[in-house]
């Protein structure tokens, strides 16, 4: 079992910055993948970067490249999400979610943990 808690959230003006973390209990934190994904109002959760356990290559959407980064801290069990240069369309719950071992494509339902979620909403 891995429990996942983020943090970070906030109301931020456009073109502003936020940096979310999420801390994940247990001893194998290297071994899951993490992922952040985000759901808008009344939209589908959708995928924002990933990175797998030894953070080797992360994944971004096309959407977020750019001016997210994602990266992890095996030593401290976390995996961060900075988002620089935020935009009204980046209003959302973010999650951060994990799965065991890793993977190249990323979808919400491949992924076996997950947080509550963070709000993070943009003004314009």
């Known amino acids: 079992q891995v429990q996942l808690v983020e943090s970070g959230g906030g109301l931020v003006q456009a073109g502003g910055s936020l940096r979310l973390s999420c801390a994940a209990s247990?001893?194998?934190?290297?071994?899951?993948?993490m992922g952040w994904f985000r759901q808008a109002p009344g939209k589908e959760r959708t995928f924002v970067a990933a990175i797998n356990g030894y953070g080797a290559v992360p994944y971004y959407a096309d959407s977020v490249k750019g001016r997210f980064t994602i990266s992890r801290d095996n030593a401290k069990n976390t995996v961060y999400l900075q988002m620089n240069g935020l935009i009204p369309e980046d209003t959302a719950v973010y999650y951060c979610a994990a799965r065991p071992g890793g993977s190249s494509i990323w979808h919400a339902d491949d992924m076996d943990y997950w947080g509550k979620g963070t709000l993070v909403t943009v003004s314009s």
């Open positions: 247990g001893r194998t934190f290297s071994r899951y993948a």
